[in-house]
Nanobody, 122 residues
Framework: VQLQASGGGLVQTGGSLRLSCAAS????????MGWFRQAPGKEREFVAG????????YYADSVKGRFTISRDNAKNTVYLQMNSLKREDTAVYYC????????????????WGQGTLVTVSS
């Protein structure tokens, strides 16, 4: 397994969760990393991404100001802190690794994690 996502669960509206993605990739520090999600009946969509250096950070408009992506290259791990969760955040969340976050998409990533389910209830 190259990417292992964890941290999902059931949370109430307004609550918080932190997802983790542990990578067993060689040279993890050279990969741009991203988080995607797929809600029931919908296509997988980009949520957040970060360049290998941590300098470039990108968010979907729907999560700006609520979610924070971070990475610890010493631990080969990328995180997604999710605050002020809404019911529409309910989805399976996937982490991904690619050479460039700028071109990362549902159909363009080098590695995918297995997904972790986040359920937000009212």
């Amino acid at each position: 397994v190259q990417l292992q996502a964890s941290g999902g669960g059931l949370v109430q509206t307004g609550g918080s969760l932190r997802l983790s993605c542990a990578a067993s990739l060689r040279r993890f520090g050279t990969y741009d990393m991203g988080w995607f999600r797929q809600a029931p009946g919908k296509e997988r969509e980009f949520v957040a991404g970060m360049t290998w250096s941590g300098i470039g950070i990108y968010y979907a408009d729907s999560v700006k100001g609520r979610f924070t992506i971070s990475r610890d290259n010493a631990k080969n791990t990328v995180y997604l802190q999710m605050n002020s969760l809404k019911r529409e955040d309910t989805a399976v969340y996937y982490c991904a690794a690619a050479g460039s976050v700028a071109t990362m998409s549902d159909s363009n990533a080098d590695y995918w994690g297995q997904g972790t389910l986040v359920t937000v209830s009212s």
